[in-house]
């Protein structure tokens, strides 16, 4: 029960303010009714999470797709074309989360790539841009070989997807927007 509460609080601790966390009462408070006031927040639970970090070494956020995006999109040169470019990848990743299996079933760093790749090539960027991509991505990964299988798929996957969004997708706001450009 206590690595759980200690699970919990650094979730807690990671998702929300200290001024909302605070606003309930404090995080003493909410381990306290969260541990039926069985388990002390300061004696138990602070110490379990100091064990959990060390086990973690630090390391508690997991990069999402956007971060990869914007990783990979670090180096490329910054122009019109560029932010065209961009905005068309930003696009396609908003267009995945339509496909919840290619979004959340697909590596992270192969969707932001796959992204990159693709809009690109409907940007009409040069290609030295995609190279960089690829290069970046192909330094983050162990094995290059399945990297490009699943970089292939994601590629079909999203073409699909952006091939029949303005006939399948009810617009949003940000996707309408991004759509428009494109």
Not at 1 to 14: D, P, Y
Request: with cysteine.
């Amino acid at each position: 029960q206590t690595a759980l509460l200690a699970g919990v609080s650094l979730a807690l601790k990671l998702t929300y303010t200290e001024a909302l966390i605070d606003s309930h009462g404090g995080l003493s408070r909410l381990m306290n009714v969260m541990g039926r006031g069985q388990i002390n927040y300061a004696d138990r639970v602070v110490p379990c999470e100091a064990v959990m970090l060390a086990a973690l070494k630090g390391n508690v956020v997991i990069p999402t797709a956007l971060d990869f995006l914007d990783l990979l999109g670090h180096g490329m040169c910054l122009s019109s074309a560029s932010d065209a470019c961009r905005s068309t990848a930003e696009f396609l990743m908003q267009l995945s989360l339509w496909d919840m299996q290619l979004h959340f079933g697909t590596r992270q760093l192969v969707l932001a790539t796959a992204a990159w790749v693709m809009a690109v090539y409907a940007t009409k960027t040069p290609v030295e841009s995609a190279a960089y991509v690829l290069e970046a991505a192909f330094h983050a990964c162990a094995n290059v070989t399945v990297f490009i299988d699943e970089l292939k798929h994601c590629v079909q996957k999203l073409s699909v997807l952006w091939s029949t969004s303005s006939t399948t997708a009810p617009p949003s706001s940000a996707s309408a927007s991004a759509s428009s450009k494109h």
